[in-house]
């Protein structure tokens, strides 16, 4: 389906995040470029960023990429804050929903050139929705959680989990079901929820994941710092 995909809006939340924010919106812009398609040819990309409750410098990093829509929030909450970009730019951008493509990714992650594409790929061959892999920085990880995380993490056991920083959805579908929900965790997987339940086609894939943070304390309680340290109950 979704001939008539014209546009990419990418959102953002970030909270105090400017440890990883420049490697993170820099690996979007380079994901950029390798969008067009032959099916697609045309398409523009709108980067949204959302700052959310920041006390650190990340105001000051995202000023260095021209190429982002900035906004300065204090939500305190990473659905309202999703939700705010996707929202934000549906207006920017200013043309039918269907034709937009939402891929939703996050602050402390970094993202591969192919990213985009498939994405893409995926609403090209009817996806209403994506939901991508995400795998943690292991060189960041202790011996025991990485050893760990491998032993659990054969080919395809990614399916069937849900993550903010690998998430993609056609606006008029993300509008339909109410879109991104305030909630300080899950926000990605509630919308999802609804996606199934209304019964949207939503596309699984474990390619192009994303590379997020292994830090094993998160920015709110639960999400995926609590699952990493986890991998090890016992070890702090």
């Given at each position: 389906?979704?001939?008539?995909?014209?546009?990419?809006?990418?959102?953002?939340?970030?909270?105090?995040?400017?440890?990883?924010?420049?490697?993170?919106?820099?690996?979007?812009?380079?994901?950029?470029?390798?969008?067009?398609t032959a099916a697609v040819p045309s398409v523009t990309v709108t980067i949204?960023?959302?700052?959310?409750?920041?006390?650190?410098?990340?105001?000051?990093?995202?000023?260095?990429?021209?190429?982002?829509?900035?906004?300065?929030?204090?939500?305190?909450?990473?659905?309202?804050?999703?939700?705010?970009?996707?929202?934000?730019?549906?207006?920017?951008?200013?043309?039918?929903?269907?034709?937009?493509?939402?891929?939703?990714?996050?602050?402390?992650?970094?993202?591969?050139?192919?990213?985009?594409?498939?994405?893409?790929?995926?609403?090209?061959?009817?996806?209403?929705?994506?939901?991508?892999?995400?795998?943690?920085?292991?060189?960041?990880?202790?011996?025991?959680?990485?050893?760990?995380?491998?032993?659990?993490?054969?080919?395809?056991?990614?399916?069937?989990?849900?993550?903010?920083?690998?998430?993609?959805?056609?606006g008029d579908v993300y509008l339909r079901v109410g879109g991104f929900l305030?909630?300080?965790?899950?926000?990605?997987?509630?919308?999802?929820?609804?996606?199934?339940?209304g019964g949207h086609v939503v596309a699984e894939s474990e390619d192009a994941?994303?590379?997020?943070?292994?830090?094993?304390?998160?920015?709110?309680?639960?999400?995926?710092?609590?699952?990493?340290?986890?991998?090890?109950?016992?070890?702090?």
């Amino acid at each position: 389906m979704t001939t008539s995909l014209r546009h990419i809006l990418v959102v953002v939340p970030a909270r105090d995040e400017a440890e990883t924010l420049a490697a993170c919106l820099g690996s979007i812009i380079d994901a950029c470029a390798v969008v067009p398609t032959a099916a697609v040819p045309s398409v523009t990309v709108t980067i949204v960023l959302v700052l959310d409750s920041c006390t650190d410098d990340s105001a000051s990093i995202a000023a260095g990429f021209p190429q982002v829509v900035v906004v300065d929030e204090d939500f305190a909450d990473v659905g309202r804050a999703r939700g705010h970009g996707a929202a934000l730019g549906l207006r920017l951008i200013d043309d039918d929903p269907a034709s937009v493509w939402i891929a939703a990714t996050d602050a402390d992650s970094t993202v591969p050139a192919s990213w985009l594409r498939a994405h893409l790929d995926a609403a090209l061959a009817g996806a209403d929705a994506f939901v991508g892999a995400v795998v943690p920085v292991l060189g960041e990880l202790d011996d025991v959680r990485r050893a760990e995380w491998l032993r659990t993490h054969s080919p395809g056991s990614t399916l069937g989990h849900v993550h903010g920083a690998n998430l993609g959805v056609r606006g008029d579908v993300y509008l339909r079901v109410g879109g991104f929900l305030a909630a300080a965790t899950d926000e990605d997987v509630d919308l999802v929820r609804r996606l199934r339940t209304g019964g949207h086609v939503v596309a699984e894939s474990e390619d192009a994941p994303v590379l997020t943070s292994s830090r094993l304390i998160g920015r709110v309680e639960g999400g995926y710092a609590r699952y990493l340290a986890d991998l090890a109950p016992g070890l702090a």
